[in-house]
């Protein structure tokens, strides 16, 4: 069983802002992603997944950009 979170988190001006919300597959907030990204369209507002569960792969950081 994998202690990975996906996140999917609103960003403002690329600095992230709030999660949208939380899900259990990459393929889940994949989805959410983008149906964000089109609900929510704006040039400086998007969405993006942080993945958490993964400091060893990633130097220790807390998440990792989708």
């Not at 609900?39 to 400086?44: H, L, N, T, V």
């Amino acid at each position: 069983m994998s202690n990975k979170k996906f996140v999917v988190t609103k960003y403002f001006d690329s600095y992230p802002t709030s999660p949208y919300c939380v899900c259990d597959t990459i393929e889940e907030a994949r989805k959410k992603r983008d149906e964000a990204n089109n609900k929510y369209r704006s040039a400086i507002t998007d969405f993006h997944i942080l993945v958490y569960g993964d400091e060893e792969k990633f130097n220790g950081k807390p998440y990792r950009t989708e």
